[in-house]
């Protein structure tokens, strides 16, 4: 630098360096596995984190909670992202301390086999049925799934038991079958509260001029929601307390949820707790 010039003014636009940062796809998609540094500024994130939990089996412990979220939440059941951040995981940590981890995403692969093997099971038992009776496929049939765990190497599941509705119910229970009979002697024992349900409904909507319309819906909700909702294609109206004699819950978790489906005008409410 040439000393006899002046100094440089101070520059307004000058940023400071970046804290730790997220790339897109998540922390764990883009977690660096390299030595004590990784670029000019950072460090090895993993260490970091290792220190704020503490130690190195509550980290652990930690993303086995969120990796069940993730896994559970799979509809799909496509396990790429999370096999590549396991095995580099298991580089830093050592195989034994991913163990639980490892079965876990084990078990989302077969659940994926499983379910394919079942779906085509009952595929062809409904084509055949419907030959037999020489009866029309007016739409398509309703899908069942299941993530199937091995709960002793998972995180502890939620699990609100309820009735269902006896259609859904009835999938359930054909599902539970063919895999009976798929995995003899083993059975399913299904966590009525977790999953998803997709759903469509046709709903009346009435617009400005006053004049009402079917709309077709579609809706994304916990098993729950879908049981309830199901209650109404039984008759128009129901009180929180026969919903609550159906499904086992109390009165005031019926109240609660149903104000998913008045939060979104599929239903009424006439207070103190009748829903139409």
Known sequence: ADSDDEEDEPSMDWQPPPPIAKKK?????????????SGANGGDILSILVSIYGSKELFVNEYRIMLADKL????????????HTLELLKLRFGELSMRNCE????????????????HSTLQAKERRRQQLSRQEQSHDPTIFGAAIVSHIFWPALQNEAFKHHPRLQAGLD?????????????????????????L????????DDGTTVVATREF???????????YFEDKEEWTAEELSN???????????????????RVLQLHPPATYT
Do not use: C
């Open 72 to 83: 559970l939440a799979n509809l799909d059941f496509n396990t790429d992202k999370e096999v």
């Open 200 to 207: 469509e409904l046709d709903i009346l909507e009435e617009l």
């Open 25 to 37: 796809g998540g922390f764990f998609d883009n977690i660096n596995m390299g030595g004590s540094s």
């Open 246 to 264: 159906e499904t086992g819950l109390p009165e005031h978790t019926i109240q609660k949820r149903m104000g998913y489906w008045v939060g979104h």
């Open 174 to 198: 054909q599902f539970g079958a063919e895999y009976g009979r798929l995995k003899n002697p083993r059975r399913l024992v299904w966590l009525n509260q977790l999953g998803t349900v997709q």
């Open 220 to 230: 994304t909700v916990s098993p729950l929601l879908a049981t309830l909702i199901s």
């Open 103 to 118: 079965i876990m995403i084990k078990d989302t692969d077969d659940s994926k086999r499983v379910n394919a093997n079942i």
